[in-house]
T-cell receptor
Framework: AQKVTQAQTEISVVEKEDVTLDCVYE???????LFWYKQPPSGELVFLIR??????QNEISGRYSWNFQKSTSSFNFTITASQVVDSAVYFC???????????????FGKGTKLSVIP | DTGVSQNPRHKITKRGQNVTFRCDPI?????LYWYRQTLGQGPEFLTY????????KSRLLSDRFSAERPKGSFSTLEIQRTEQGDSAMYLC??????????????FGPGTRLLVL
């Protein structure tokens, strides 16, 4: 069965510091999809990135970067020069889809609460 | 560009009452998912629709829960005879076929349910 582990429950950093959020996953499938979502206090999950298992290229988007390593089953997320607006709960998620019914249901980690202190 | 909307945003009810939540997906999206999120946890899958057909249900979805998606547009999630353990955030997400490489679920703001 699939599983996502986010070992860091809470992280606090001072504004402008870099921070890395860890994500380790377990799956028996060779084709799978990894995601990061941001959940600000308002509650809505905001999509950040999707990665397919056969694409190990790291990705950078502005201050955000992602490091995908199949060898260690990790998909870590780094925020460079953190800002107060980055304060939120961040979730890593895995989809092994499609299921027999065609769904790509997501399995989420428990999330990491990031607090950026001004 | 209209995202996923959910109503109501908050619901307080007494144990034993029935509640119904509504989700309006992104207009061209034909897949719809319901998840439940309890405090300090990540969302957990409840059920999945492709157009109007409910194709998959989690074991978390007890007999007191029912979901519909008439005409493949909006969806409703009803909980009958609510229990205190039903208190949670109920999240709806939608996505567009084809899945696979392009399957990304976009979430609504959720309905926060408190059962007293």
């Amino acid at each position: 069965a699939q599983k996502v582990t986010q070992a860091q429950t809470e992280i606090s950093v001072v504004e402008k510091e870099d921070v890395t959020l860890d994500c380790v996953y377990e799956t028996r499938d060779t084709t799978y999809y990894l995601f990061w979502y941001k959940q600000p206090p308002s509650g809505e999950l905001v999509f950040l990135i999707r990665r397919n298992s056969f694409d190990e290229q790291n990705e950078i988007s502005g201050r955000y970067s992602w490091n995908f390593q199949k060898s260690t089953s990790s998909f870590n997320f780094t925020i460079t020069a953190s800002q107060v607006v980055d304060s939120a709960v961040y979730f890593c998620a895995l989809s092994e889809g499609p299921s027999g019914a065609g769904s790509y249901q997501l399995t989420f980690g428990k999330g990491t609460k990031l607090s950026v202190i001004p | 560009d209209t995202g996923v909307s959910q109503n109501p945003r908050h619901k307080i009810t007494k144990r034993g009452q029935n509640v119904t939540f509504r989700c309006d997906p992104i207009s061209e999206h034909n897949r719809l998912y319901w998840y439940r999120q309890t405090l300090g946890q990540g969302p957990e899958f409840l059920t999945y629709f492709q157009n109007e057909a409910q194709l998959e249900k989690s074991r978390l979805l007890s007999d007191r829960f029912s979901a519909e998606r008439p005409k493949g547009s909006f969806s409703t999630l009803e909980i009958q005879r609510t229990e205190q353990g039903d208190s949670a955030m109920y999240l709806c997400a939608s996505s567009l076929i084809p899945g696979g490489l392009k399957e990304t679920q976009y979430f609504g703001p959720g309905t926060r349910l408190l059962v007293l």
